[in-house]
């Protein structure tokens, strides 16, 4: 009869319940039950890492940190968004099926072309 060793190395189940003790990490209850403590190092040290079965599933960072990331709504970027977005109502401009690029329209480089032309006259 063979004698079968037992395996050494932890079950999945108690890996997943020992605590997350690499900096800026928290398993997902920690982080409920210590919310205010959670708040305290993002401002302290910096965005924290909310894991859930061991995979990152959201960090949290500071409100500046947000703004500076999504940038400022008063910024260039959402001049840019908003006349694309007057562009696409007058039909002169359309958005791929993925809405990843925009592409002139017919309509769209007629107006272009009047425009560059007018600018050329102008001088």
């Known amino acids: 009869m063979t004698r079968i060793a037992k395996s ?6 108690s890996r997943r319940r020992t605590r997350d003790r690499r900096p ?5 209850q920690d982080a409920k039950a ?9 401002r302290t040290e910096g965005p924290q890492h909310v894991t859930i079965h061991g995979r990152d599933e959201v960090v949290v960072v500071a409100a500046e940190e947000f703004r500076r990331i999504e940038g400022d709504p008063s910024g260039a970027a959402s001049i840019t968004h908003a006349t694309a977005q007057h562009m696409l109502v007058r039909g002169l401009i359309e ?3 993925a809405a990843t690029c925009y592409a002139l329209t017919d309509q769209g480089r007629a ?4 425009l ?3 600018r050329w ?3």
């Open 8 to 13: 050494k190395r932890k079950s999945a189940k």
């Open 24 to 28: 800026g990490r928290w398993l997902l």
């Open 34 to 42: 210590r919310f205010s403590e959670l708040v305290r190092r993002v």
């Open 95 to 97: 958005r791929d099926r």
């Open 111 to 114: 107006a272009l072309a009047a």
């Open 116 to 118: 560059l032309a007018q």
């Open 121 to 123: 006259r102008d001088g």
